[in-house]
Each structure stands twice: as structure tokens, then as C-alpha cells.
């Protein structure tokens, strides 16, 4: 008797050919092109007959006062105000913010006081931080401070009580107590939100900046621009603009980095 073997085996069909992969323009290159679109665009509007100075105007206004001091002095003040101001807040705002997300009964006293100052521009404080501490440094770094605070606390709040009840209820499953749940769990989740607000409270905190040296400033980036508008002098006004504009972008490219190193396990597109 002859046995007559069947292959059984599937045929396994021929692998798709690789994917090439994608490759978009890097975003430094995207970066690069939109500044020199803008630079176009701002050198065509004061070409074309609007009231602009142009770039090399700005630029050679921007070195006689780099080369006389006047704007490393500016810059030097208008950071320590914009820094000390900021970091209080957000040093206050968080401990504040984890208070009124963990527990109910401080979320009762003190969301009705964040929330009614939340409504209120710090600009509008100005008048008030005058009478009550005078024209010295106190005044334009509470007003920074205020801008930042309110900002990074909301966050902060918002983050605490937006953790999963999931990850807090298996947590308590596992044993843990509440300490270990709020350093473990609560903490790791609010991140996100804790480092949004601090970018939104130093956007703030530049966009106070101005107006908080109104208050009897002899340096500074805001008070230099407001004394060249007395003159018109439009180069020194887009230098101010410009500083602010570029000192702020480098602060926030610093907090979006530790943003990116502390929340590293969140999916990102």
C-alpha cells in the first residue's frame, strides 16, 4: 500500500514591499522660513508707505543702545522683575491649586476669592499696589506675580481634579493610603496641566511687564518704550517689542522642554 503525503502547509503570500517612510520638512527649517516671511512682510508694509521703520533701522537703533549699555540695563531689569514675579507665583500657585483640587473644603474657601480675582486685569491693580506699597520695585513685581498666579493655579486645579477616578480607586484597592495616592497618582497626573499654566502665567507675566512699569520705572524694557513714544521713536519702540517677544520665546522654549522630559509617558502626536 503506497501512502501518498498531502502538504498541509499554507503558502504564506510575499511580504508588502517596505513603506518609505515620510519625511516632512523639519520644523527648524519651518521655523527659519516663517521668521524671514515675516521680516519680508514687515520690510514690504514700510516699503509700501505705512508707518513702519525698517528692519536695518530697527537693527542699527537696536546696536547704539546694545553698544551704550541702555539695552543689556533694560533687559537686566525687566527680567528680574518678570522672573521674581513668576516664580512666586507659581511657587504660591501650586500648593494652592493641589489644596482646592484634593480637598472639598478648601475648594470652598478660596475658588470663590481665585475666581473673583481672576476677573479682574492686573492693570486694573495698578492704581491700588500704588496706595498700598508705593512706587518702588513692590508694586510692578506684585503685579507680574499676580498675572502668573492666577494663571498657573486655575491649571493646577483643573489638573487635580481632572485625574481619572480609576487610577485613584485602583490605587486605594492596592493598599495605598492617601499620601501615597496623592504623591503616586495625583501629582504625576497634573503635571501636564501644572506645566501649561506656568507657560500661560509667563505669558502673562511678559504681557504685565509693560504696564508694570508705568509705575515710576527708571529701567526696562516697558518703560524705555513708553518714554520713545513721547519722542515717536519707532526704532526703539520694535526693539522693546522685539526683546520682549524674543526673551519670551526662549523662557517658554526652556519650560516646554521640561514639559517634554517631566511628561514623557503621555502620547504625544
Known sequence: MTVVQVDTEVPTPNPPPPQRSRRGVPRLALNLISVVLGIGVWWGLSKAGFDFPTPPAVVKRGWELFADGTLEADIGASLARVLTGFVLGVVLAIPIGFLMGWYSIARGLLEPWVQFFRTIPPLA??????????????????????????????ATFQGVVGVEK??????????????????????????????????????????TLVAAELIAAQQGLGFRMQNAELYYDLPTIFVGVIAIGVLGLLMDRVLLLAERRLTSWQERR
Open 166 to 207: 480609576t487610577l485613584i480607586n485602583a490605587a486605594r484597592v492596592l493598599g495605598a493610603k492617601d499620601h501615597t495616592i496623592f504623591a503616586r497618582v495625583v501629582v504625576p497626573a497634573s503635571s501636564p496641566f501644572i506645566l501649561v499654566g506656568m507657560r500661560v502665567g509667563l505669558g502673562s507675566s511678559w504681557a
Open 125 to 154: 491693580i495698578i492704581p491700588l499696589a500704588i496706595v498700598l506699597m508705593g512706587i518702588g520695585e513692590t508694586p510692578k513685581i506684585f503685579v507680574i506675580f499676580l498675572a502668573s498666579f492666577l494663571a498657573c493655579v486655575i
